[in-house]
């Protein structure tokens, strides 16, 4: 089982960056490829980034694409998005999930644990 905790959301004026952090919890953290979705209030929980289980290949929604870069480190089992040049519709809540298998997937239903999430609120 993994515990996932999401950290590095807050509030940041447009154009700015942040950098979310995901700690993963157990010894196997390398066995799963993560995503990372978020939701906007009002608004059904989408796909933003994805990495393979060895940070290779990464995925990102067309909207984030060149803004938002996702990495990891096994060793310190964590999982980050950085998000540059933010914009006030990237404002939602940002959670990390993790995947059994080696690549990512834009599905949420494939990923098998969640993060309780963080904020992320973007101000004109």
């Known amino acids: 089982q993994v515990q996932l905790v999401e950290s590095g959301g807050g509030l940041v004026q447009a154009g700015g960056s942040l950098r979310l952090s995901c700690a993963a919890s157990?010894?196997?953290?390398?066995?799963?490829?993560m995503g990372w979705f978020r939701q906007a209030p009002g608004k059904e929980r989408e796909f933003v980034a994805a990495?393979?289980?060895?940070?290779?290949?990464?995925y990102y929604t067309d909207s984030v694409k060149g803004r938002f870069t996702c990495s990891r480190d096994n060793v310190k089992n964590t999982v980050y998005l950085q998000m540059n040049s933010l914009k006030p519709e990237d404002t939602a809540d940002y959670y990390c999930?993790?995947?059994?298998?080696?690549?990512?997937?834009?599905?949420?239903?494939?990923?098998?644990?969640w993060g309780q999430g963080t904020q992320v609120t973007v101000s004109c």
């Open positions: 990495i393979s289980w060895n940070g290779i290949n990464t």
């Open positions: 999930a993790a995947r059994i298998g080696s690549q990512g997937s834009v599905y949420s239903y494939q990923y098998k644990y």
């Open positions: 157990g010894r196997t953290f390398s066995s799963y490829a």
